[in-house]
């Protein structure tokens, strides 16, 4: 081949390749611009103000798309599926109780985004700030308010694998104190001390007591639901193959997911309540794989998402082993419910 030919093949791949990453450019420029165009069929959502004082609302993160697609809105929980009111406030991640929110965002840069915690006040203004160190995952708020939690992914991006780590903080609202991994902790593991390097936690869920609080614990290819305590920061293994415990409203249940053997190695999970006192694990009757924290409606309902045409929907189920799951909702995730 001539250098003239090597020429011409070398300025026809730069042609080339300019078009491809244009054409892709365009491609996502225009994405972009649908999703702030409103959806035919969508929900509808209007601006206004939002509180986290207001009993009887459902707040949660809308992915409808349109100009307020990402906010935190609020709809009455009797109606989830009716008109939103928008708050103007972004989050990946949301849960809030007591007036007291924690939204989990995403500060996008020129090269890449960077995360952060925001500590919300009942009118959603911030009160504190603290980075995130990878994608946002979980979050959760104390029944009281006084303690807010998050997980992140600082490597991976699925818990559906076994190659991923986490990082969970606690962090005291009214003090600001910060606890920046759960990994510090004492882990009391089958009655004793256990340390090893691939410990990692997510799913915090808070009793009401202000000092006790559940989360999963995995080492070794195994998940743990764990009992802490925030004042003397251990933790202790209660039962196995537990992961994004929640807490029932009288405190004596745990709703989580379970990996079921023989499911999808990327969907391998069923819902599951327990019961504290005994241990007992009751199977729910979502039969899809469900990964998400769920959250409790009341003592007798669970609230979680499942993928959806924009994202995510909500869906509602009764915590018995007949009952049937039903959509409360579509476009929304990370549901909170003020009483």
């Not at 959760?140 to 969970?168: I, K, L, M, N, Q």
Request: proline share 7%; charged share 20%; hydrophobic share 40%.
């Amino acid at each position: 081949m001539t250098l003239r030919s090597r020429i011409l093949v070398l300025a026809s791949a730069v042609v080339v390749l300019t078009a491809v990453a244009l054409a892709a450019v365009l491609h996502a420029s225009a994405r972009a611009e649908r999703r702030d165009h409103i959806q035919a069929g969508g929900p509808r959502v209007t601006p206004g103000r939002v509180t986290l004082t207001d009993p009887g609302l459902l707040v949660f993160r809308s992915m409808a798309w349109g100009p307020h697609r990402d906010e935190l809105t609020a709809v009455p929980a009797a109606a989830p599926a009716g008109p939103r009111t928008a708050s103007g406030v972004k989050c990946l991640r949301f849960h809030a109780a007591s007036g007291t929110g924690v939204c989990l965002q995403a500060v996008h840069g020129p090269v890449s985004d960077s995360y952060r915690a925001l500590i919300l006040d009942a009118r959603l203004r911030t009160t504190a700030r603290y980075d995130v160190p990878g994608i946002p995952s979980r979050a959760r708020v104390s029944p009281s308010g006084r303690f807010a939690a998050w997980t992140a992914f600082v490597g991976g991006d699925s818990y559906a694998g076994t190659d991923f780590s986490t990082r969970t903080a606690v962090v005291d609202t009214g003090t600001g104190r910060l606890i920046p991994s759960l990994e510090r902790f004492r882990i009391v593991k089958d009655g004793r001390a256990y340390a090893s390097p691939d410990v990692n936690f997510w799913g915090v869920t808070f009793a009401v007591d202000d000092r006790t609080f559940y989360a999963t614990l995995a080492t070794k290819g195994r998940t743990y639901l764990v009992r802490g305590d925030l004042t003397a920061e251990t933790v202790t293994t209660l039962h196995q193959n537990v992961e994004c415990p929640s807490l029932s409203p009288d405190g004596t249940r745990i709703a989580y997911k379970k990996r079921v053997p023989g499911l999808p190695a990327d969907a391998p999970w069923r819902l599951y309540v327990l019961d504290l006192r005994t241990l007992r694990e009751t199977p729910l009757a979502e039969r899809r794989s469900v990964d998400d924290q769920a959250v409790w409606q009341d003592t007798h309902t669970l609230v979680y998402a499942l993928p959806g045409d924009y994202g995510a929907d909500l869906y509602q189920l009764p915590t018995t082993s007949t009952a049937t799951p039903h959509r409360i909702t579509t476009a929304a995730v990370s549901p909170s419910y003020l009483n």
